[in-house]
């Protein structure tokens, strides 16, 4: 008899198709690149904000957009003050440049951005499960 391997790792990686469904690895990746100093990144979900600070590296701070109460489940004992802004107009003024992280999974939903925010670009990378759905990045100008 042949031998089996043991574990679901091996029985359901490769039904995830990590290759075609990139996630915020290559998001943050995509961010690396296309970011230019001084320009201001905000996250817009809590279920997604400690992946993109692992793999930030533009050397600017992402904050989270939280500007209501967050349930426990969402981190909410591993924020600091610092992380998290209740108001874009906190760290903006006009002529800044901005980035804006979401996700379309987990039930999330897409802030409301400024009325004064002109969207430059938008790209997203799709999440290995399904129920995770897509990170989305979206560049904008304040005016």
């Given at each position: 008899?042949?031998?089996?391997?043991?574990?679901?790792?091996?029985?359901?990686?490769?039904?995830?198709?990590?290759?075609?469904?990139p996630?915020?690895?290559?998001?943050?990746?995509?961010?690396?690149?296309?970011?230019?100093?001084?320009?201001?990144?905000?996250?817009?979900?809590?279920?997604?904000?400690?992946?993109?600070?692992?793999?930030?590296?533009?050397?600017?701070?992402?904050?989270?957009?939280?500007?209501?109460?967050?349930?426990?489940?969402?981190?909410?004992?591993?924020?600091?003050?610092?992380?998290?802004?209740?108001?874009?107009?906190?760290?903006?003024?006009?002529d800044?440049?901005?980035?804006?992280?979401?996700?379309?999974?987990?039930?999330?939903?897409?802030?409301?951005?400024?009325?004064?925010w002109?969207?430059?670009?938008?790209?997203?990378?799709?999440?290995?499960?399904?129920?995770?759905?897509?990170i989305?990045?979206?560049?904008?100008?304040?005016?």
């Open positions: 008899m042949p031998k089996r391997k043991n574990g679901l790792f091996f029985r359901c990686w490769p039904r995830l198709k990590i290759d075609k469904k996630g915020m690895a290559a998001a943050a990746s995509y961010l690396n690149q296309e970011y230019r100093p001084n320009e201001k990144i905000f996250v817009g979900s809590s279920l997604i904000y400690f992946t993109l600070k692992y793999h930030n590296q533009t050397g600017e701070p992402a904050y989270l957009y939280a500007p209501g109460s967050m349930p426990h489940y969402s981190g909410t004992a591993l924020f600091s003050p610092q992380d998290i802004i209740i108001d874009f107009n906190q760290k903006t003024k006009p800044d440049m901005v980035w804006l992280i979401n996700i379309t999974g987990f039930g999330n939903y897409r802030p409301r951005t400024p009325e004064n002109a969207l430059i670009s938008e790209t997203g990378f799709q999440e290995a499960r399904d129920y995770q759905g897509w989305l990045i979206q560049k904008y100008k304040v005016q």
